[in-house]
C-alpha cells in the first residue's frame, strides 16, 4: 500500500473543447495546452493541471492522485501488476493507471515539474466583523470576474459496493475514514475519506464514496480563495447565464462554504472555501443520513444533486 498525498485531476471527454474551454475559464481556469484532441486547465496553486478533457462523446473518465514518490508508484504498479509509464501531460513525471472495482479509471502520479503559482487577485482581502476592526480608513473593493480556482479538493464517486470500493482505495491508495453515513445502524451507504498525511492536517475528504448501486461521477470540488473570490464567482456564472445547481451554504460534514453549478454536458463542479483539517488524531465518525447533505446555513439540496 502507498498513501497518496492529494487529488490531482479530474478527466472527462466532451464533443467541443472550445466549449469547455471558455466555461472553464468563466468558472476560474486557465488554460495551460490546447490540441484538436485534448484540453488541459489549472488553478492557481502550483500543480501542473487540475481539468483535462479530451475530445469525445460527453462523460466523465477518470481522476489523478499524487503519489509521494516515483517510487511509490513503483510499488503501487507491481502490486496490480501493471507497469510505470512515462506521463506524457504537462509537468511530465511517471504515472501508474489503474482500474478500480467498478472499472473506472484511477491514475497515480509522480516527479512531475511543479509551474510557479500565478497571483490571486482576492488573496489578502481585509475584513471588518464583530469581533473587531482591522481595516481602518481604506474601502474594501472586489473586483468583478470569475472566482480563481485554486486547485481540485475533492472528487466524489457513485460505486456500486460501498465496502468492496473502499477497501480497494485504503488498500492501495491509503485513504482514511473522517466520517462514514450510515442509512441505519450498520448499513453503510458511503464514506468522506481523506489522505493519511499521519500528523499533517489534510482536508476532511480528498474522495467520496457513495455505494449508489451503479458505478458514475458525482461532482468534482475545486478550491477557491476565499468567500468574496466564491461569491464574485458565482456573480459571474449568472451574468454568463451558466446553470446553477446548489448554494450559496455551509456544509455540516467538512463545513465548506459551496456552490455548485453544471459545465456544458451537465457535470457537476463545485467552487468551495474554507473547509476543515485533519489528520491521525481526529477519529473517524458515523454519521446518519440526515448530516450527509445538511447545511449550516443556506438553501437544501435540490433533487437532482449528484445525479
Known amino acids: 500500500m502507498i498513501r497518496v498525498t492529494d487529488v490531482a485531476y479530474v478527466r ?10 471558455t466555461f472553464l475559464r468563466e468558472f476560474g481556469m486557465v488554460t495551460v495546452s490546447r490540441s484538436d484532441t485534448v484540453l ?5 496553486d502550483a500543480r501542473p493541471f487540475a481539468h483535462v478533457t479530451t475530445l469525445g462523446e460527453a462523460g ?14 513503483a510499488k503501487l504498479a507491481a502490486a496490480n501488476g501493471v507497469a510505470v509509464e512515462e506521463h506524457d501531460a504537462p509537468g511530465g513525471g511517471k504515472i501508474v493507471r489503474l482500474r478500480d472495482p467498478d472499472g473506472q479509471l484511477v491514475e497515480v502520479v509522480a516527479g512531475q515539474t511543479a509551474p510557479a503559482a500565478l497571483p ?17 480608513g481604506d474601502a474594501l473593493r472586489v473586483a468583478p470576474g470569475p472566482s480563481q480556482v485554486k486547485r481540485l479538493g475533492h472528487c466524489v464517486l457513485n460505486v456500486k459496493d460501498f465496502r468492496v470500493s473502499e477497501a ?12 462514514e453515513i450510515n442509512l441505519a445502524p450498520e448499513m453503510p451507504l458511503g464514506a468522506f475519506m481523506r489522505c493519511d498525511r499521519g500528523a499533517t492536517h489534510v482536508d476532511h475528504h480528498t474522495l467520496f464514496l457513495v455505494g449508489t448501486g451503479a458505478a458514475g461521477f458525482n461532482h468534482a470540488a475545486f478550491e477557491v480563495a476565499n468567500m468574496d473570490d466564491l461569491m464574485a464567482g458565482h456573480q459571474h456564472l449568472t451574468d454568463k447565464s451558466r446553470r446553477h445547481e446548489w448554494g450559496v451554504g455551509r456544509h455540516l460534514l467538512g ?6 453549478w453544471r459545465d456544458p454536458w451537465g457535470h457537476t463542479v463545485e467552487h468551495w472555501t474554507d473547509g476543515d483539517l485533519f489528520n491521525n488524531e ?10 450527509l447533505i445538511a447545511n449550516q446555513w443556506g438553501p437544501g439540496a435540490p433533487p437532482t444533486m449528484g445525479a
Request: zero cysteines; a negative charge; hydrophobic letters at 30%.
Open 168 to 179: 480497494w482505495y485504503k488498500s492501495n491508495l491509503g485513504f482514511v475514514t473522517s466520517d
Open 120 to 136: 490571486v487577485s482576492r488573496h489578502h482581502l481585509v475584513h471588518n466583523d464583530g469581533e473587531g476592526a482591522s481595516r481602518k
Open 255 to 260: 463545513s465548506q462554504i459551496f456552490d455548485y
Open 60 to 73: 466523465y473518465a477518470g481522476v489523478g492522485f499524487y503519489a509521494e514518490s516515483v517510487d511509490d508508484l
Open 40 to 44: 488541459y486547465a489549472r488553478g492557481t
Open 282 to 291: 481526529t477519529p473517524p465518525n458515523v454519521r446518519p443520513l440526515d448530516d
Open 12 to 21: 472527462f471527454n466532451a464533443p467541443d473543447l472550445g466549449e469547455m474551454e
